[in-house]
């Protein structure tokens, strides 16, 4: 029989609403909702919108000075702590002075000179300085010697065979070496249980220390630091 067209247009109009109506009827069936126009839409993984985690920066270099962690051996960190205070006086309080014959003889560089008033074997009193020249500071020098000044502390070592020593210019059975601010030289403090028996005062490119650089003299001790040597702080 033939369709009426009013019978057709109700049969393509439940056709269309059984069509939209299949996805809410049908498990598993999805629906994709309408485009907006202007809009685009990503596919985005679990993770998406959580910031991916950076590495931990390095931390800038700094010139921060070198640490001053004591070494544990008392009469050692004594010294230490005198050499950073910048005082001269709390360093003199820890000099251990030698008694030797003083010599008339200028050619004895070994010994201290007599000054006037001594005759030749007069017993005094010295802290003796090594250095390009052999030298003993005597009672005066000592009282207006201005000490190392402001000064990183740059190593602290055991002494051994290969460090110089001589009936007057005894070694310590520690070194403690500083480098005065804006110096070329390094005072190197010999130290015994008795305090500070000996100043060398040292180049750190220069050979005065008798003959050797401040780079020799540690490359010699390179098997006893005790701490450092640090690095040069500009």
């Known amino acids: 029989m033939p369709t009426s067209r009013s019978t057709m247009a109700i049969l393509v109009l439940a056709a269309m609403v059984l069509a939209c109506s299949l996805p809410g009827l049908i498990p598993g069936a999805t629906q994709t909702p309408p485009a907006v126009a202007g809009t685009a839409t990503s596919v985005q993984s679990p993770q998406a919108g959580i910031a991916p985690t950076q590495p931990a920066a390095a931390p800038a270099a700094t010139n921060a000075p070198p640490p001053t962690t004591p070494t544990g051996i008392p009469y050692v960190d004594a010294v230490i702590e005198a050499g950073q205070s910048g005082d001269p006086q709390v360093l003199k309080t820890l000099f251990s002075l030698r008694t030797v014959p003083c010599t008339t003889e200028r050619w004895l560089l070994r010994q201290p ?53 001589d009936e007057f210019f005894p070694a310590g059975e520690f070194a403690v070496a500083f480098l005065p601010e804006g110096s070329a030289f390094v005072f190197i403090l010999q130290v015994t249980r008795d305090g500070i028996v000996r100043i060398d005062y040292c180049g750190v490119h220069d050979d005065i220390c008798p003959g050797s650089t401040i780079e020799e003299i540690f490359q010699e001790h390179e098997s006893e630091f005790i701490l450092g040597p640090f690095p040069i702080v500009e």
Request: proline share 2%; with cysteine.
């Open 113 to 165: 000179f007599c000054l006037q008033g001594e005759t030749d074997g007069t017993l005094v009193q010295t802290m003796p300085m090594l250095s390009s020249d052999l030298g003993h500071l005597r009672i005066d020098e000592i009282n207006s010697w201005q000490g190392i000044g402001e000064a990183q502390l740059y190593a602290v070592y055991r002494t051994g065979s290969y460090t110089y020593s």
